[in-house]
């Protein structure tokens, strides 16, 4: 069954304080990892598409990367705006997105 | 370009009552989603369409949801009767032709900002 294992559930920050969001996954088949941004009422907002070990994306001060295992969302000098929940998901042989819980990320100005 | 437009933003309404939402996919988009999200959780798929199609809807509760996309674009979703445990944001999304790797398709959804159900 495919699984999606986000950590940490909360996280505050400094402004300034750079940090990494953990996506642990278990999918048959690996088409794709997806990293999402939400905002408090509202949708989730698309960031990376992840397709292969070893790759990375950058945006900003946003920069994913993918092993066999996991995926690592990593946070350079964040900002206050910033602060949103992200949200992690595979999409395998099922033809499913299947999304993890996501993390808080607060950051302080 | 608009976006996935979704409407009521907000619903409340006391259970066993009806409650329909309706959703605007983004225009050539073929595939849409309806996807269930309880406070602090991820999306949950509840259904997926291919064009007219219902492909996937192995996760909606069928003794009291329904959906429809007629003509392959706008879609409703519907809920009757409604129970205490429906309160949710239900968010609708969609997305370009069948997943495809790697091309210029990142394979992305597009939700739209959600209709939050409460129900008394």
């Known amino acids: 069954e495919d699984q999606v294992t986000q950590s940490p559930e909360a996280l505050r920050l400094q402004e300034g304080e750079s940090s990494s969001l953990n996506c642990s996954y278990t999918v048959s088949g690996l088409r794709g990892l997806f990293w999402y941004r939400q905002d408090p009422g509202k949708g989730p907002e698309f960031l990376f598409t992840?397709?292969?070990a070893g790759e990375e994306k950058e945006k900003e001060r946003l920069k994913a990367t993918l092993t066999k295992k996991e995926s690592f969302l990593h946070i350079t000098a964040p900002k206050p705006e910033d602060s949103a929940t992200y949200l992690c998901a595979v999409f395998g042989r099922t033809y499913k997105y299947i999304f993890g819980t996501g993390t808080r990320l607060k950051v302080l100005a | 370009e608009a976006g996935v437009v979704q409407s009521p933003r907000y619903k409340i309404i006391e259970k066993k009552q009806p409650v329909a939402f309706w959703c605007n996919p983004i225009s050539g988009h073929n595939t849409l989603y309806w996807y269930l999200q309880n406070l602090g959780q991820g999306p949950e798929l509840l259904i997926r369409y291919e064009n007219e199609e219902a492909v996937d809807d192995s996760q909606l509760p069928k003794d009291r949801f329904s959906a429809e996309r007629l003509k392959g674009v706008d879609s409703t979703l519907k809920i009757q009767p409604a129970e205490l445990g429906d309160s949710a944001v239900y968010l609708c999304?969609?997305?370009?032709?069948?997943?495809?790797?790697?091309?210029?398709?990142?394979?992305?959804?597009?939700f739209g900002e959600g209709s939050r159900l409460t129900v008394l």
């Open positions: 992840l397709y292969s």
């Open positions: 999304a969609s997305s370009l032709d069948r997943w495809l790797a790697g091309g210029n398709n990142t394979g992305e959804l597009f």
